[in-house]
């Protein structure tokens, strides 16, 4: 049996971490969906690649999504997809970072986008749940310092 277990961060603490030359945030809303499309169709394709769920969202979903003000950020390694984020306000879900990544590359990432959140929306706190069954997700929100509430 799962069940959800809820975690907090409080946007005070963040850990180091390293860039490399070849990654790069993308963040996509309203203003720049048309034209990134293309980037987030091949961030689809990877993850359905990757792993199997009948939930994953589609770019119509994206579509309606940042319609909605909600804020989908991409990771690329030379200018290709490897991972990506929603945000719906303080609300983190939807994290994916492709299993080809380099150690430290989801770290940054999640981090960057939280605290890009927090100093454009000023946001004071990041939530988000991980389904019970899901110990390397519960680790890596761990390892990140997040709490369970």
Known sequence: MSFKIYYTHNLQTKLP???RDELLLLKI???????????IEKSIDL??????WEDMW?????????????ILYLL???QQPIGHVWYD?????NAYVSKDREDGDSVWFIQETMWDMKNTTNIKYIKLY?????ERAIRFWEK???IKN
């Open 17 to 19: 971490s390293t860039k």
């Open 29 to 39: 809303n309203k203003s720049n969906f048309e034209e990134s499309v293309p980037l």
């Open 47 to 52: 993850f359905n690649s990757e792993i199997s």
């Open 58 to 70: 589609d770019v119509h979903d994206a579509d309606v999504r940042v319609s909605q003000n909600q």
């Open 76 to 78: 690329l390694e030379n």
């Open 89 to 93: 306000s303080y609300y983190l879900y």
């Open 130 to 134: 991980v389904d019970s069954w899901n």
């Open 144 to 146: 990140l310092e997040f």
